[in-house]
């Protein structure tokens, strides 16, 4: 079956401290795709990041960068001299392939992330 | 161009009445997904429609009912409504339903509470 697991469930750092989110899933698929989505207090998730299971190159994008290991089933998410605006929950989600049917998004159960002044 | 819309944004409902929350998706796209995420959790996955068809169902019970209509927008209903359904409800619209690599673009949500 499929699971996300976020076990940190809060973190509180000041301004400018870096920061890692983790995130390990399981899945017995060979083609899956891991997602980071951000939930600031309004709601709405904000898309962050799409990573397919044949790519293990890490990404950065700005203070942004993730880590991704298929050895150890995780993909960690690090946010580079953290800002009070990043504060928010963060979910790691996994979405598995499957032809024509359904698609949907399995979500780990977030880390609330509060950056202090 | 608008994102996915939701309404209403906030709604008090009463043990044992029901619920109609409505979404409608980004222009050109024809799949949407609902999602239910309770307080503290992550969301869960309710039901994907395409082509107003029902695509997928999630571990919910049949009070648990939803559309889709020709313009694409979608009804999730509700009914015998428990305290345990307040939650945020989180509408999904993508471009087509099938493969893992197909974004979905999430709305603000309607949050329900049940008293």
């Known amino acids: 079956a499929q699971k996300v697991t976020q076990a940190q469930t809060e973190i509180s750092v000041v301004e400018k401290e870096d920061v890692t989110l983790d995130c390990v899933y399981e899945?017995?698929?060979?083609?899956?795709?891991l997602f980071w989505y951000k939930q600031p207090p309004s709601g709405e998730l904000v898309f962050l990041i799409r990573?397919?299971?044949?790519d293990e190159q890490n990404e950065i994008s700005g203070r942004y960068s993730w880590n991704f290991q298929k050895s150890t089933s995780s993909f960690n998410f690090t946010i580079t001299a953290s800002q009070v605006v990043d504060s928010a929950v963060y979910f790691c989600?996994?979405?598995?392939?499957w032809g024509q049917g359904a698609q949907k998004l399995v979500f780990g159960q977030g880390t609330r992330l509060t950056i202090n002044p | 161009d608008a994102g996915v819309t939701q309404s209403p944004t906030h709604l008090i409902k009463t043990r044992g009445q029901h619920v109609t929350l409505r979404c409608s998706p980004i222009?050109?796209?024809?799949?949407v997904s609902w999602y239910q995420q309770v307080l503290g959790q992550g969301p869960q996955f309710i039901f994907q429609?395409?082509?107003?068809?029902?695509?997928g169902r999630g571990n919910f019970p049949d009070r648990f009912s939803a559309r889709q209509f020709p313009n694409y927008s979608s009804e999730l209903n509700v009914n015998a409504l428990l305290l345990g359904d307040s939650a945020l409800y989180l509408c999904?619209?993508?471009?087509?339903?099938?493969?893992?690599?197909?974004?979905?673009?999430f709305g603000p949500g309607t949050r329900l509470t049940v008293l």
């Open positions: 999904a619209s993508s471009f087509f339903s099938g493969g893992p690599n197909n974004e979905q673009f």
């Open positions: 222009s050109g796209h024809k799949s």
């Open positions: 429609y395409y082509e107003k068809e029902e695509r």
């Open positions: 899945t017995r698929d060979t083609t899956y795709y």
């Open positions: 990573r397919n299971s044949f």
């Open positions: 989600a996994l979405s598995e392939g």
